[in-house]
């Protein structure tokens, strides 16, 4: 067997998410509960009706492509050739990784918080990862100068989920401005940004930068399956410079061949349907005023949010945020998932989806509330 | 940049395919041009419309997985445990060859001729390859004794490809026997064999080996893409021993997450309904008739076709493979993949699929013998 492979440890949340019951209000939720739009279904039925599912180029439909990039419209990265389509955002950043960055001489640098799928996929590949962590204190904000005193002389890539799985926030552009004056000022061999964007259509604040309008050495990745409801399809895309985009249409080309010829279908669709993608737009808006409000009653530490659809909250006292985990799933009947899946740095928090309607948000965050302060108080 | 992705050729294959004019009879395609059976795609819109598109577990819909296990029953691998649902067999025979193998001590034998999907996907991960090579003389006949003699001391696995693409043959049973004998007389640590079984159903002997039911260290890899006209749909699986199969299972959950859950729903219709896996079994039977037919009347050499939708015949004279495909597209506007693709050992021979129809096969194989034996008699 590949060491690397064996050597990758389980999910945490999929063993919390285990212990859910039928009873449970579930708040680990990494995925919308509405339902996708059917119009863009039955469009995709249609096509494979009259046209059956042939294998598309490996990058995908060319028409698809042009799509993508012109709805972004990322300066130097606005062509169908810019684009590539990819079995959702897991395989694009992977593809990503493994194509840009070599193991013998390259690290990459994570910025924490983050959903550890980037440092998964980089001991798959044997590549060193670094890590910067944003300062608890700062309610996690992201900190171009905490970013740029992360970097080694080996860093070649740094990846940035924002809007931010776990923790909500988003990098504003005038942080983001000063991270790229930061690695335009370096000299030497230029340091990527790969912006996972997988949350951008649940974004809530004005000045969320968009890296890829501010940075020459931008790779972005996103998908259909948080904006439209559609993590099952499994419809992702790659938009990069075309030099980068070859080596990695080459690797997709032997990891998956291409994506999903229906799954492409429902994309076109999609992007051609004026405001399609952002169609949940304002259903998250909604929910984001109702959670936020339930928070701050709730007397917990809170997060800003930003974006994405969680919300994060501190175990008080100290406490640790898988013990706390498993005691609200046992005492309270809600699921949540223990900061410490997100990396050591966002041990002592919970991060909270709120996906699931108002009402469930709300009497979920009201258990917490009363079991975490509850216990609290108790101890004191 | 990963130098590894970088060094791999681009596609030979592809470059054929960009000279293809509207008028051409194309026997280059690698893919049914049957439309899939509506039905099964009627049932997976169906599912969709009420659940929505949500992520599955990474293995797949445990459903599903229960439903291929016990189609195939091979011994010790027929619960769903032993399935991996996966993008297509591509992500399938990846997540082996990158789990199952150790870069810094294993080597992947590749029994040629063979699609180079195996040995670029080997290059990816810096794995050594080393191949052996079927007998010309004995049509590219599975030799189980030129297959062990090709085993070094680092030999970890032995991918096979049966039915084959592209030489049509089919390793038999006694042969395949044979074969299992010799991997077990060895001694020291077991050598896999990788059984791609991508043509499974379009196979016309009678004595056709299944590697599964013959051997304990068999791990199979297969897709709906060839059986039921839907290679654009991207669903395949691994089946493999079990603890094999917990670290693929790892390994595909950071390289795609799962598998499109509106696919897993087509495959859930093809395998609860009795036949569907063979519904199009009838047609390549009749079609492959029809092919042997005009092969034979053509003067031809023509490799027999045990299974898969190719034909292949030799270019006369020693002529070479790439020269030929180029000329029979210039001159007689029909696109054939020229043996070179598949390696040094297929050179002298041209790949026709049979996919287009029985009038199209006809035309192009007449085309192509006038064309072949004409240009050979005007040089003697």
Known sequence: MNPRVEAIPGSLIRQIAAKKRATSIDLGLGEPSLL????????????????GLRYTQNAGD???????????????????????????????MYVVIKSLLNPAT????????????????????????TTTVMRENDDFAFDAERILAGITP???????????????????????EKLVAGLRSRGGDPIWLLHDEIYREQSFIDDAAELGQLYDYTIVTNSLSKSNALTG????????????????IKCHAWVTSCADTFAQAVAKSIFETPGAIREHAAWYSEARGTVMHALAASGLRALPIDGSFYACVQVPDGGLSLQAALNLIDDVDVVTIPGIAFGSSFEGWLRLSWVAGSEKSQAGISRIANHLLGHAKKQT
């Open 106 to 129: 390259d690290e990459l640098l994570v910025v924490e918080p983050a959903f550890q799928s980037y440092v998964k996929m980089a001991a798959l590949e044997g590549l060193t990862v």
């Open 62 to 92: 060319p028409e698809l492509r042009a799509l993508i990039a012109r709805y972004y419209r990322y300066p130097g990265m606005s062509e169908a050739e810019n684009v590539c389509v990819t079995t959702g955002s897991q395989e694009a």
């Open 233 to 248: 399809l499994r419809l992702g895309w790659i938009i990069a410079p075309r030099r980068e985009m070859d080596a990695m």
């Open 36 to 51: 996708p739009t059917p119009s863009h279904l039955d469009a995709a039925m249609a096509y494979v009706r009259a046209h």
């Open 154 to 176: 080996r860093t070649r890539a740094i990846v940035i989920c924002s809007p931010c799985n776990p923790t909500g926030r988003s990098i504003p552009r005038a942080e983001a």
